[in-house]
């Protein structure tokens, strides 16, 4: 079956840096775009990133350019998020998702994507 598992998360102070890790296991990344999605308590999800299936194209939200870095490593069937100066709204459960094909969808709302990973926990506190 198709499965993607999150990890990275964690408890950092404003300011740090995290690493998220998005496995993927049933499939080849070869074929699948990936995004990552956040949400927090009483907030919409909203699309953080996205990385299509060969690196072509990659996407961020505008409240993290410059801050967060999107990845992919075929070879290992995984993706990252490289996530830098850290701010508290950046705090949510993080997610990774995968859609088939080659394309980033303009929406950030994650609708498109069939395949999803259990979330990861980022809490930017001091």
């Known amino acids: 079956q198709l499965q993607l598992v999150e990890s990275g998360g964690g408890l950092v102070q404003p300011g740090g840096s995290l690493r998220l890790s998005c496995a993927a296991s049933g499939f080849t990344l070869d074929y699948w775009t990936i995004g990552w999605f956040r949400q927090a308590p009483g907030k919409e999800r909203e699309g953080v990133s996205c990385i299509t299936n060969r690196g072509g194209r990659i996407t961020y939200v505008d409240s993290v350019k410059g801050r967060f870095t999107i990845s992919r490593d075929n070879a290992k069937n995984s993706v990252y998020l490289q996530m830098n100066s850290l701010k508290p709204e950046d705090t949510a459960i993080y997610y990774c998702?995968?859609?088939?094909?080659?394309?980033?969808?303009?929406?950030?709302?994650?609708?498109?994507?069939?395949?999803w990973g259990q979330g990861t926990q980022v809490t930017v506190s001091s």
């Open positions: 998702a995968a859609l088939r094909g080659g394309l980033c969808p303009s929406s950030g709302s994650g609708r498109l994507f069939g395949s």
